[in-house]
């Protein structure tokens, strides 16, 4: 089987939301374990919305942009709070 076509659509916004939010915050490391951890905790914190390349997309059911960098600030809280290195 090749499924490499297959994506979480919200991979997508939830890195555009980062690119917005995370140069403006102060105090976070931004080394690449947390950039890491900001994205993996965002994208646990939204419903998976999957899809195959080249499928029509409904949008209706998806968070909005304000809702998904709420989240995102949401998680560099948690690991600017937290971060998984001394």
């Known amino acids: 089987f090749l499924l490499d076509g297959i994506r979480n659509r919200q991979e997508v916004r939830v890195a555009d939301a980062m690119r917005a939010v995370l140069p403006g915050a102060e105090g976070f490391c931004g080394c690449r374990l947390c950039v890491e951890d900001v994205f993996a905790l965002a994208l646990n914190a939204l419903p998976a919305h999957y ?36």
């Open 51 to 86: 899809v195959q390349s080249g499928s029509f997309l409904v949008r209706a059911a998806d968070p909005g942009e304000d809702a998904v960098r709420q989240v995102v600030g949401e998680a560099l809280e948690r690991v600017r709070g937290r971060p998984n290195h001394p």
